[in-house]
C-alpha cells in the first residue's frame, strides 16, 4: 500500500491510498486527483523497500511481486500522466531507484534488477519526452534516514540509540554519515522545477559517493 501525496498551487494537499500493484486501484486514484487537484504536472515515483537475497532463494512469485510494485507501478502512473504532460508541453517525473541499479552487488536482487530496469525505462522515457519539455530523470538513493532503517533498528533488539545505529551505518558513507530525507528531497525539487529545465536522462547519485561509479 502506498498513498500518492500531492500538492498543488495555493498549498492545496491530499493524499490518495493506493496499491501501486493494482492497475484498477492507479487508475481509480489518477481519477481522484486530476477529478480534485487538477492536471499531474510533476510525478514523483518512489515505492518499494529493499529486497535482497541470494539469487537462488528468488522464487518466480517474489520477482513478480517485486517488479510489479517496482516497474510496473511506475509504468502504469506514467502511461495515465505522460500525455497530458506532453500536450501541455511542461512535466517532470522522477524515477526514485538505488545504487544498485548501477553498481549491483552479488546478493542484491531481485531489487538491483527491478531498480536497473527502472533506469533503462528512465533513459527511455527522457527521449521521447524531451521534444515536449517532459523531462525524466532518476535519482539513486544510497544510505538516507528513512522509517525502513528505523523499523530493522526496532527488529534488532538492539540497546543502541537510533543515533548510534545511524553513526555505525554511516561508516559504510565516504562521507561518514548516513545522509537525511530533506537532502535528497532537495535534489527532488531542483529536477522539479525550471531551475533543472536542461536536465533530463540522468540517473543521479544522492549517496554521499557509496557508489563506485558514476
Not at 513478480?64 to 508541453?89: N, Q, S
Not at 531498480?115 to 524531451?130: H, I, N, S, Y
Not at 539513486?140 to 527488529?155: A, M, N, P, T
Not at 545511524?166 to 561508516?171: A, F, L, R, T, V
Request: glycine share 10%; proline share 4%; aromatic share 4%.
Amino acid at each position: 500500500m502506498n498513498s500518492l501525496h500531492i500538492a498543488a498551487p495555493g498549498a492545496k494537499v491530499g493524499a490518495y491510498p493506493c496499491d501501486l500493484r493494482d492497475p484498477a486501484a492507479i487508475k481509480s486514484a489518477h481519477q481522484s486527483i486530476v477529478g480534485e487537484l487538477g492536471d499531474v504536472d510533476v510525478l514523483v515515483n518512489n515505492a518499494g523497500t529493499s529486497r535482497a537475497m541470494d539469487f537462488m532463494e528468488i522464487t518466480d512469485e517474489l520477482w513478480e511481486e517485486d517488479l510489479d510494485l517496482k516497474l510496473m507501478g511506475a509504468v502504469r502512473l506514467i502511461r495515465l500522466v505522460f500525455p497530458g504532460m506532453k500536450e501541455r508541453r511542461w512535466g517532470r517525473i522522477i524515477n526514485v531507484l538505488n545504487s544498485g541499479a548501477k553498481a549491483p552487488r552479488a546478493g542484491g536482487a531481485p531489487t538491483a534488477v527491478s531498480r536497473a530496469a527502472g533506469m533503462a525505462l528512465t533513459k527511455v522515457l527522457a527521449g521521447e519526452g524531451a521534444p515536449h519539455n517532459v523531462l525524466v530523470n532518476g535519482m539513486l538513493v544510497g544510505l538516507i534516514e528513512s522509517d525502513q532503517h528505523l523499523q530493522r533498528h526496532l527488529k534488532s533488539g538492539s540497546n543502541e540509540t537510533i543515533e548510534e545505529f545511524y553513526d555505525k551505518m554511516g561508516k559504510a558513507v565516504p562521507m561518514g554519515r548516513v545522509g537525511k530525507a530533506e537532502e535528497f528531497a532537495n535534489m527532488a525539487c531542483f529536477l522539479a522545477s525550471d531551475a533543472g529545465s536542461y536536465i533530463t536522462g540522468t540517473a543521479i547519485n544522492v549517496d554521499g559517493n557509496r557508489t563506485p561509479v558514476v
